[in-house]
């Protein structure tokens, strides 16, 4: 959980990922070694962040440019890591958005950006990070490494950049973010359906761009989209971890303040468009239609399968056509939901897609086709790599029990 914040800490003083991940990974060491015979500090984080940090110095200090790159690091090394506040928003005082930029060069493909901030920021092992990307894994761990080898090579700076550099990274950061709450929104291995953690450092980070780019309507639709669907996460799972799909939640639990939030950040992204909305304000909208419905039954799912109508024109893709079968099965009926399904099965990216089995059998389900319906919650079991939702899948192979995809 707090890697992340160490590496960004670290990358401040050593200027070079790869080294920060490794000193940080030496702090953890030194935590599993220390901690069951001195006991766990009152701030795990900033123990870990001050011994990278000391770490980081004593490496500094054996290059030939110790001089210039202390007194860079300056007193900073002499406290325990605390997140500085924002302040100016053209100046902004925080690691982790600093490496997330740092990440998103234009020296890296936009998939090493992608690939490396999700391990960086988001903590992801290769494996998760192949599963989030829907990349195979070999292919990710190559442009992790050579991602970390090209900003160490061309100097790459540690910082948020400004002007034309700063719009021209955005789309990356975005799509960054995204995928890192996505991961906590529903995680794609282990033993937790959920990972708070990376939900509120997504969240967070796309709080502090709504103040570092108030023009930008994406940015406001990001915000709103993380917002809305982080007001749902305690009706998400039951007391024990097991998901609670949509249908079944209980609303009352639903975060009221989150929801306001991200009406509010929504309604900003509208004042300041200027076109039509973008791919994270569409996807915003759709999450505030279920947001105003106080019921599942009240929910407008003619609306949200207009909304998805035009994100798949605007941002065309196999894993939106899935979302909206979702959304036109609910107003046209599962028959018509089973075509858009069908006609986007055979795409590359969800060969190892779990969710397209797993509406598959939902919609083969009200259709009355049990047996095929079984099988397809069978084999989208087989896929995932999470244990909670893997149990959910095999329940319903074994019983077929109606519900469907939180959508």
């Not at 998103?104 to 290769?126: F, K, N, Q």
Request: proline content about 6%; aromatic content about 4%; some cysteine.
């Amino acid at each position: 959980m707090e890697a992340p914040r160490i590496i960004a800490a670290v990358t401040r003083i050593v200027r070079d990922v790869g080294i920060a991940e490794e000193l940080a990974q030496d702090a953890l060491v030194a935590a599993l070694e220390q901690w069951p015979r001195q006991g766990v500090p009152d701030s795990p984080g900033g123990w870990l962040t001050a011994v990278a940090r000391r770490r980081a110095v004593d490496l500094v200090r054996r290059r030939e440019n110790y001089a210039r790159k202390l007194q860079e690091v300056g007193r900073a090394t002499e406290f325990a890591y605390e997140a500085p506040a924002v302040a100016d928003p053209d100046d902004i005082d925080d690691d982790l958005l600093r490496l997330v930029f740092m990440s998103c060069h234009p020296v890296l493909s936009a998939e090493a950006r992608v690939a490396l901030t999700l391990r960086l920021l988001g903590g992801l092992t290769t494996a998760e990070t192949a599963r989030a990307t829907l990349t195979p894994e070999p292919t990710v761990a190559q442009r992790i490494v050579r991602a970390k080898r090209a900003l160490a090579t061309r100097n790459v700076a540690f910082e948020v950049p400004t002007g034309p550099d700063r719009e021209a990274r955005l789309g990356s950061v975005l799509e960054v973010i995204y995928l890192v709450f996505n991961e906590g929104y529903a995680a794609t291995a282990g033993d937790d359906y959920l990972r708070p953690g990376l939900c509120e450092d997504a969240l967070r980070l796309a709080r502090v761009l709504q103040s570092l780019m108030p023009k930008e309507p994406e940015v406001h639709g990001l915000a709103a989209l993380l917002e809305l669907q982080s007001s749902r996460a305690a009706a998400r799972t039951t007391a024990d971890g097991a998901p609670v799909l949509l249908r079944a939640q209980n609303r009352g639990r639903w975060n009221t303040l989150l929801i306001r939030r991200g009406f509010a950040a929504l309604t900003r992204a509208d004042a300041v468009a200027s076109g039509p909305p973008g791919p994270y304000v569409l996807q915003a909208a759709i999450a505030a239609c279920h947001a105003r419905a106080t019921t599942y039954e009240e929910t407008n799912w003619a609306q949200i399968a207009t909304l998805y109508g035009l994100l798949a024109a605007r941002a065309p893709s196999p894993v939106v056509e899935v979302n909206r079968a979702v959304a036109v099965s609910m107003v046209d009926g599962p028959a018509a939901a089973l075509e858009i399904v069908d006609a986007v099965a055979g795409a590359p990216a969800l060969r190892d897609y779990h969710v397209l089995p797993s509406v598959r059998g939902d919609l083969l389900e009200r259709l009355g086709r049990l047996g095929e319906a079984r099988a397809e919650y069978a084999r989208a079991a087989s896929l995932t790599r999470n244990a909670r939702e893997r149990e959910l899948l095999l329940g319903r192979a074994e019983s077929g029990p109606t519900g469907e995809r939180e959508r």
